[in-house]
């Protein structure tokens, strides 16, 4: 267990960058614990075995008491921390939420592409060993 919500992010992504930057300036609290997966001191096993491959496959959180969380949720979390939580309310509307994670996944799925990076077997070839 631990006494802050992880926030695993990849510090290479423009648009990753820009949001985790926000993040830490509204966690006056210091609540949030972000960790770059793109350090050269990250290390799995210190982050319940979450790979490289898999973090950039996904955004992932690790809660206080210790379980997983991924995508939206993972900003969902972290928004209601800093007192923000009320921007991802949709999330929690039944008829609009399915929709919301669809998009995620696809802009998951593509935005190394989208940011003008290598696909994730060319980044992983060092990082991933």
């Known amino acids: 267990m631990q006494d802050k919500f992880v926030f695993l992010f990849d510090g290479g992504c423009p648009l990753c960058l820009r949001e985790t930057t926000f993040l830490k300036q509204k966690d006056i609290s210091n609540k949030i614990n972000f960790v770059d997966i793109n350090s050269v001191n990250y290390d799995p096993s210190i982050f319940k075995n979450i790979s490289y491959a898999a973090a950039m496959s996904n955004l992932h959180g690790i809660l206080e008491n210790g379980n997983i969380i991924k995508g ?55 990082k991933c060993k």
């Open 72 to 126: 939206l949720e993972v900003l969902a979390y972290a928004y209601e921390l800093i007192g923000l939580g009320w921007i991802y309310y949709p999330l929690k509307i039944k008829f609009i939420a399915p929709f919301l994670k669809f998009v995620y996944k696809y802009w998951a799925k593509y935005r190394l592409k989208m940011t003008g990076r290598s696909n994730i077997e060319r980044i992983c070839t060092n």
